[in-house]
């Protein structure tokens, strides 16, 4: 961040703690890391039951809405919204449960069909129905770049969704701080191009 010009508060640093136990977990927890990410239900249940409750959890990867009431028991944060009918689901269930969660729309740029997410032209009519629901905080964009992709389709994407959340915040007024991009191998970049969330 300092070397970018940036304040380091802007960045939240987010332990992706999918590929190792709940020991492991406890033991970043311990060094005073808070937030942390699953990209399954089941073991994001798992985990935020044998973590202290001071956690924060974040779900970043794609959730199936016969999922999001056990997505939503557990995570604060749900990265990868990406379609109208899954919003309406955890809008349902936040009511019923009396949750707030924080949500970001998964936005897909690079094209890759493996990823997912909306593409861009798809992101106004997303953010306008999450923007419609009283029970959801939708709070920025989320997006996976290329894997080990050069630096310029590197700064390409992330740079592209942050132009992106800018015309959102424009056109909506809606405040949409948070942009979750950036993965162990090019976290470094994304800061540069603007991320508030890293996930590692
Ligand atoms: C696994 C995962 C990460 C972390 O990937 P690393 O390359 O190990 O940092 C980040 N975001 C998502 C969506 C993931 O599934």
């Known amino acids: 961040a300092e070397a970018a010009g940036r304040d380091p508060s802007g960045v939240r640093l987010l332990a992706v703690s999918k590929t190792v ?6 033991a970043a927890y311990d060094a005073g890391q808070r937030d942390f990410a699953e990209n399954r239900v089941p073991e994001l249940a798992d985990k935020a039951e044998a973590l202290p409750p001071e956690c924060v959890w974040h779900l970043i990867g794609h959730l199936q809405r016969n999922k999001a009431r056990s997505a939503l028991a557990h995570a604060a944060w749900v990265h990868s919204v990406d379609s109208a009918a899954l919003i309406e689901r955890l809008e349902a269930i ?4 009396g949750r707030l969660p924080t949500i970001l729309l998964q936005v897909n740029l690079s094209g890759e069909a493996t990823k997912s997410g909306v593409g861009a032209a798809a992101a106004p009519a997303l953010l306008r129905a999450a923007l419609a629901c009283p029970h959801l905080r939708c709070r920025g964009l989320m997006t996976m770049a290329p894997y080990a992709a050069p630096e310029e389709t590197l700064r390409a994407v992330f740079g592209g969704l942050r132009r992106l959340r800018d015309r959102l915040q424009d056109d909506t007024g809606a405040a949409l701080r948070e942009l979750s991009m ?3 191998g ?8 603007g991320a508030t969330v890293v996930r590692i």
């Open 21 to 26: 136990d709940a020991d492991a977990v406890r």
């Open 94 to 97: 936040a009511a019923e449960d």
């Open 182 to 184: 950036g993965m162990s």
């Open 186 to 193: 090019d976290f470094d970049i994304a800061i540069a191009e």
